[in-house]
């Protein structure tokens, strides 16, 4: 693996080439940059390179890989394909060649360094071939490898080296890792770990997505790999992350409206349903299958719902399904058998075995749950209102309400109570007549937990529209961490809880910096939730279930679906600067403001990913390339201003106020709100892109990704 030199050796007093510009250089923002240096430290390697990851702040802007003799393998140097660049990495590595040609002694001291970690690494003094006399070799930008030389590397820096010799064999005249050795490899102690996530992601898009045998391989792959010991349970859990990550990947891809996406996906299932959920197919892992489909979000297909009842009604008594099928003990008794803590527990249990049933079987089942004698089954039942299935749901809901099932418990109550407001209006109605019902019953509502001492972070909004939110909650004997994640469109998402130990919420906060997370306010956080319930009834898409867990842990029961106005708010916003601050309303402050906006995308982590990256980008920037040798960007950055960002200006005012909120919501603010207002009034007000500096600077970074996809395609065929 390759690890920072200051990692290596923590004590040494190595200075971190630092470079400051004071102006604009290409596309590099002025500011200060760090080349960081990172080296393999495999045992016996003598790959005589080092990879450079060049920092903004916590920002990685480019990730450049040098080989230090020019007639070695990979010499570059040359952006390593298989990491996230930014749109300044190109002229990021133009400069480092530079410094690399003018200033023999960095490249001097990377060799000794080199050559301190194999010593410290190999436990003896290096004895590997000179290098070239730093300043003897002009060095150059050189095209990056096939990704299969990269997809190669990156599996023996994270797995090991390999079968023998493969390091010496070309490229073409043998296969391809198999899917088995590569989840060998990465299944290696920490190996999933090892990577960014961003170099796990390119390492699946290239071998996964692009090879669709791949993916056939890796779904024949899972049923053989039956976890006897901790080894193999390793190696099961690599192969479904690498589900989990195609997945993913699949359903970005659908929404960015990729050719051929919906093909692969609808191939991935099909290949599923005949490795996975045969009918003599392991119940055990079809249920985890079954897990990562569910976290994912992605569609189900009829296909795979078909191959799944069928396993089920194979296991169970019914011949056809036409009957409801039992499956051993009845599904009451295996739930309370199973171990859960927490009726949420439950609802994980019983999704992972019966999500892909027909929906009408799968109300028949909860029928019979909500009819149980034991409590906890009916109170795991009654959350199946938040299924992610819309029949089901309203079935539930409507069984609820029917009176012929049990009557709730206190605990179903108070949940119905504070979730009531996060449904359309008829099952609200329904939920409305539940709790009427219970309470003439006699029921009495189980009591709210008291609010704890908390603290509230929240991330920006990226350019997909997603934000999240962590809580932690502290009390005398421990610390609970709830998270929310809701997005642009789609309503909550995604939402946990958990009580981590010291060291494990260490490591969730570990990752914060690259999210930007700020401290906020618990009005801001209420005002999300709540325009992010809207969105979610507004999209017929229900809230996720551990939302109300969240709920519960917090003490909050005041969240109710409420769409944010933009105008509104920005108008709330403008009043209370005319009353505290007027002098920050003149046009020379909003000129300032705005003049500042153009620089976010790169110099401001919380504006990193601004851009758009779907279908409709590369068919502007194809159709304005096609037929010339060479257009100018700034054609390009206008046809993108025009088609794709100002229809969807009530997004992107969407998204400034919510970041002009979060501003004024923060405690150390990395810009001052009233910028951020400024560029979100002027949008509300019409202002036309092209005139807008944030907007220009927005399409500037989406060209220039788009038109880096376009070379990776060609680069690839």
Known sequence: MQIPYQTIFPDAHEPVMIVSLARKLGKIPKGEYAFLELYCTEAGCDCRRVCIMVLKGTDTKAVINFGFHPDEELPGPFLNDMSRQSAAAG?????????????????????????????????????????????????????????????????????????????????????????AELVERLSREHARTVASMDEWDAMVRTNFLREPRRVEELTELLPRIIPRNGREEERLMTALQLLRTVLDLMRHELECQRPGAGMRFQQLQASLARNVYAPSGDLALSSQVTRVLLETRVEILPLLREASQAQLFKLGDSSTPSRIPTIGPSLGTLLRKSGCRSPFEGVDNLLDLLLLLDPEIQIGLFGELLNSGDSFVRDTAALMIFHPTKEVREGVAALLASGTVREITSETLRRLIISRNWFPAGMRKQLDEVISAARRGGVVCARLTTPPDSVIKASTLDGAGAQSFFIVCSDKKRKTVANILWKQGGGVIDSFVSQPNKRELESIFAGMPNMIFLETAPEYLDLTVNHALAVGIARERPPHLGLLQVAEAVGSDRWKAEFLDPVVELAALREELELTAPHLLTPEERGRSLS???MWPENELFADTWFEDDVAVDEVILRLSKGKRRVKEVLLEQGVLKEVLEPRRGEWLERLTLATLWLRAALEPPVPWRRMFHAAEALAQGKPLQEHPLMDAIAEVTVALAQGRAAARGKNG
Do not use: C, T
């Open 91 to 179: 002229d990021l590595l133009n400069y480092f060649v530079d410094q690399v040609n003018d200033n023999p002694d960095w490249v001097k001291g990377m060799h000794e360094r080199y050559r301190k970690v194999r010593a410290k690494i190999d436990g003896r003094k290096y004895r590997g071939k000179p290098f070239p006399l730093p300043g003897s070799v002009v060095r150059s930008i050189r095209q990056p490898p096939p990704m299969d030389d990269l997809l190669r590397e990156f599996s023996r820096l994270v797995g090991g080296a390999g079968p023998a010799g493969l390091e010496h064999e070309n490229v073409d005249a043998k296969p391809p890792v198999s899917v």
């Open 596 to 598: 500042a906006s153009s």
